[in-house]
């Protein structure tokens, strides 16, 4: 997706103009373009689901484990290894298990983007001229995120070093519940552009406390889940102590705001703000052109930040340097939010409205 060229002369005067101090902001900025472009490129490209099954042929007289598994986030890339413990980036599953000895049989059940590169969740796949549209511009969005099934420990057992702990031990007709009423349930609304959708963003005020303006929906959203549904029908204990813990990437904020959609001037600049993301993880792109497009988007003092499950499009005000962090955070174990109202997003607000 490339930029007019008026766009981006407006973009690069912007960025010339800017005074000492905020040179100085950028530069700091360029810290984080390895991980924008060189990750983003070589790491994440993931298909999903590419050897799934359809369900777990448990027996009928053995009882099942279900573990929690986590390990760090690319580990499967030999490029990158365990790096990502350093940052905080690990990625979460369920893995149920059954029997003993040489007969013990394993399932891995993750929750994931059902697109390849993960950064894809980052900007509309499509900008369609629509002269009925607020901008004249329809925006289209792919972020599905939905379970997928796999016979065995995927990548095997060592691949799950940051943890590997079992937190219920179900009979078999209860694993074969959850997997039909709550894990087939979820997934068949796949391919519709319903909720659940993929959002990598949680954003929080930093001070003088962190408080979420925005809830993110990732990997492991859906282990959360998954133990939550156990607790909730099956009166399942987890074991004293047990904590979940996952990778949470919070981008910092004084404030959110709805874009309103019926502002055109609005909705131009997040559109050209937009165009710009998707310039810059574009496949067909060269590192200097990701770099020019990542130090403008930084560059912005308003960012955006589409909440695909509400499908709402929010400016994010007073967003300063480092900008996002990786925090390994405590979760309480809840359902999804839709169904019980845990959400902040959930509450409709007018484009006026200021959350803070």
Known sequence: MELSQNAQFMLAKELLHSDSHRVICMTLRLAVLPLLLGVGQSGIVYPFCSDGVSKA????????????????????????????????????????SQGAGATRRYWTLEFDYMKPNVLHSLAPYDFNFNLSAPGGMTMVWDNDIRYCLNEGIKWGRKHWSKNFEVVFTVTPEQAKEAMTNFVGKLNTT?????????????????????????QDTTCADGANWFLHHFIRVHKAIPPPGFEFRATVTYLNAESIRPVDMNDWIQVDKMVLWYKVMADMISPHKSVLRRGFDALALLNQEIKYVYDANTEVYYEVLGNKFPWFSYQYAHYPIQGPWWHNDLSPNSTKTDASTMIV
């Open 190 to 214: 796949s391919n519709n552009h319903t909720k659940p959708q993929y959002q990598v963003w949680r954003v929080a005020t930093r001070w003088p406390e962190q408080k979420m303006l925005l």
């Open 57 to 96: 042929d448990f027996a009928d007289n053995e009882a099942v484990e279900v573990i929690f598994a986590q390990a760090p986030l690319f580990s499967s890339n030999p490029k990158f290894g365990d790096k990502g413990k350093y940052l905080n980036l690990f990625h979460t599953t369920i893995i149920l």
